[in-house]
């Protein structure tokens, strides 16, 4: 299982952290991302990282996001800054066996993120 915390309400500009933690039967997460789903469209895939930590994002939140892990004890992260009302929404985090393909796997619950402008 995977559980994503660290969604808020912050005004534009500012920043979140949000966490991804894995547990349970999780044998092999390869590679781990974070997806979101905003108002009125379709979830998106935003940021992954593979075992060997090289990291890809979606051209929407290159330069203002970053997302690293702790490989070892499957806990990912999603450092937000700079961040724009389009930015809201829910955030999904994931996991997959796969190091070279967009993580699916295992998916988190979800947490919400706003930002008021």
């Known amino acids: 299982q995977l559980q994503a915390s660290g969604g808020g309400l912050v005004q534009a500009g500012e920043s979140l952290r949000l966490s991804c933690e894995g547990s349970g039967n999780i044998l092999e997460i390869n590679r781990m991302g974070w997806y979101r789903q905003t108002p009125g469209k379709q979830r998106q895939w935003v940021a992954d990282i593979n075992s060997n930590r090289v990291k890809l994002y979606a051209d929407f939140v290159k330069g203002r996001f970053t997302i690293s892990r702790d490989h070892f004890s499957k806990i990912m992260f999603l450092q937000m800054n700079d961040l724009k009302p389009e930015d809201t929404g829910v955030y999904y985090c994931?996991?997959?066996?796969?190091?070279?393909?967009?993580?699916?796997?295992?998916w988190g619950q979800g947490t919400l993120v706003t930002v008021s402008s």
């Open positions: 994931a996991g997959g066996y796969s190091d070279y393909a967009p993580p699916s796997d295992f």
